[in-house]
């Protein structure tokens, strides 16, 4: 007689209707099984009776009071919620850089007293220009990688992709944001692009830490199918000519660039 | 305030994107207690739990304008709260697996199968028999599981989540989901084979909360 496996057992728990006769019929004659199915069961009522320590009546109001001083008043603007603290930072250091470099050369310049009431949305808007171009950058960095990377050349059976998978992971949260981002503001051509980046990066990142040179090879093939190394070179390409066009034409209020539209 | 604390949650949603920032304080004071259980179950500690809340409720303001009211504000921050406790646990085995040997050492060479290091402790069942040795056990056990399986099974069968919500946490698809969740629960079953073999074992576990 041929036993029903922890798998089958365990779907069949769970209620899953595939084989469920058969498997119920299996039951009713062997005794192992049943005992087998009881033991699953067990493991869950200890699973279920684990303790979890009360945080106390107090709690939310202690939570409240944790984070109360770290929530921005809510703005109207669709990229009000990208300068709250945690997202800049999020953003890295280089791109803050970059948005502090930005700053001191536009209120270094001379000019006159008014356009500066106009120009904190620019500098705010030019710090996203860079940011995505910052993001964009480490992607293709880690696809370039694992594309130039040869599985055979080794010998070794298991290719370590560790370091690119964390990195993955890490730019997976950004990506969807500025996605998000760039859909609020009508920029479908960046949205799509980013689009097709995070199913790339989602693969990446959930992949093992070591896979075999198939796995290698079919994590290559996804990336040079999508062609989305060149997509995103092309874009970064047109964020940099974009945001070296702001800077030389500072008063110009055009936060969607329809040059990028060809993307 | 006062006249927020009776209000719903979707009404708290709207008056906190309308500017009124204190109407948050409505959801966070009635969902706390909620978001940390199922942090604590994530992360298997006090600490790394209120981290995960406050964290959670942090996110949950910040992406408040996409909420929008489509679903339950619960349901939402609980799963903030997932995708975080998934990426906090990431980081601590990370972490360890940095301690433990600088070089070379990944995720999957530190979560071997609980089985064989049970094995190497050489257990003694009769010592193990009570119930503060089981939880131990199960803790243990629990521990040991990558952060997608731990994550999976706390959905699951803590939280009741179905299939298609894991996947979303684990930014997988829904077979892939099924199939973490039964590891998990194989690990586990494994790992407490040599000691719940007697009946009813778990009854003598006890709750606290």
Redesign the interface.
Known sequence: MKHTS??EL??YREGEMTGRESIAAHLKECGECRAEL???E??????????????GEE??????R???D??P???AKWWS?FF?P??LMAMGAAAALLALAFYAGRTTSPRTGGDEIVDAGKVRERVLVVAVGEHLGKSEMILMELSNTQPVESGKKLI?I?TEQ?RA?DL?EENRLYR?TALNGGDHAIASTLDELQRVL?DV??S???VTPAQFASIQKRIAAQGILLKVRVVRQELRAESERKKAEPARNDSIPKARNKA | MADAIGISDVAAVERTLAGERDAYRVLVERHSAYVYRVAYRMTGNPHDAEEVVQEAFLRAYQKLRQFAGNANFGTWVYRIAANYAIDRLRQRKNEESRRESPSRKTESETEVDPLSQIKDQAPNPERLAGSAQLAEKMKEALDALTPAERTAIVMRHWDGCGIEEIAEVLKSNSSAAKNTVFRAAQKLRLALKPFAEGRNAAKVVGTES
């Open positions: 922890a798998e365990y779907a009881e033991r699953i067990e493991v869950f009522q200890v699973l279920n009776a684990m303790p979890v320590p009360d945080p709690y939310g109001t202690k939570v409240w944790q984070i109360v770290r929530l008043e809510k703005r919620g709250a945690q997202r370590n560790a964390k992971e997976v998000q989602l990142a959930n093992p830490a070591e």
